[in-house]
């Protein structure tokens, strides 16, 4: 089964996607986190991909098509039950290119599910947001603070808070200008297949979780 989970930054794709990889197998293939591994790496993609992520605007459609091409070849692509695609794609070049890249090896999207959300809540969400970067649990200046200050609740990794550089307000804005822009318009090219599911993704992450499997389930 192949999902796409579309949303706004800060829907909670990620932490869905996590989910959907513990209960049923999936295989994870998120555009953002392989930029930010790239840009870590100082490979010419991540020299390439840093100063336009920083601002808060898409990286080049054939960019992120290389990159999602390149992992749809890997093996584990033969072991799991299918792919999560998190935050790709983002414009219709890169929908179009994706369905090539399915068909080309006789697969096909089973799911678009896209995570409803109020804009101003997610500026709230996004700009507090920190995570633990040994373990990936995440946490919030306002709503999930660790019990001790320097500790991870779950793995008690010491002062391994990390933040993302684009997580800045400013940031947030030019992102979600970005998906108004260029990817809520994508949503009519997969509704004429009939694909798209909404949830409400405002609602706590078990109760978005369970309407997320409903939508699988029912498949
Ligand atoms: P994300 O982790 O999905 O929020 O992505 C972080 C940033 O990486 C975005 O703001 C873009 O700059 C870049 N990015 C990630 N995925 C894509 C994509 N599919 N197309 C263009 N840029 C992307």
Do not use: W
Request: aromatic content about 4%.
């Amino acid at each position: 089964m192949n999902i796409i989970l579309l949303g706004p930054p800060g829907a909670g794709k990620g932490t869905q996607a996590a989910r959907l990889i513990a209960d049923r197998g999936l295989v994870q293939l998120s555009t953002g986190d392989m930029l930010r591994e790239a840009i870590k790496a100082a490979s010419p993609v991540g020299l390439r991909a840093k100063a336009i992520m920083e601002a808060g605007e898409l990286v080049p459609d054939e960019v992120v098509n290389e990159l999602i091409a390149g992992r749809l070849d890997l093996p584990e692509r033969y072991s799991g039950a299918g792919f999560i695609f998190d935050g790709y794609p983002r414009t219709e070049a890169q929908a179009v290119s994706l369905d090539a890249l399915l068909s080309e090896r006789d697969m096909k999207l089973d799911h678009v599910i896209e995570l409803i959300v109020d804009e101003d809540a997610l500026v709230d969400r996004i700009t507090g947001r920190f995570s633990c970067s040994k373990c990936g649990e995440g946490y919030h200046d306002r709503h999930k603070l660790p019990k001790v200050p320097s500790l991870c609740d779950v793995c008690g990794a010491e002062e391994a808070f990390k933040r993302r550089p684009d997580d800045t307000e400013q940031t947030v804005r030019t992102r979600m200008a970005e998906y108004r822009a260029k990817t809520a318009p994508i949503l009519p090219y997969y509704e004429a297949r009939g694909l798209v599911r909404r949830v409400e993704g405002m609602a706590p992450i078990a109760e978005v979780e369970r309407a997320i499997e409903a939508i699988l389930d029912a498949a």
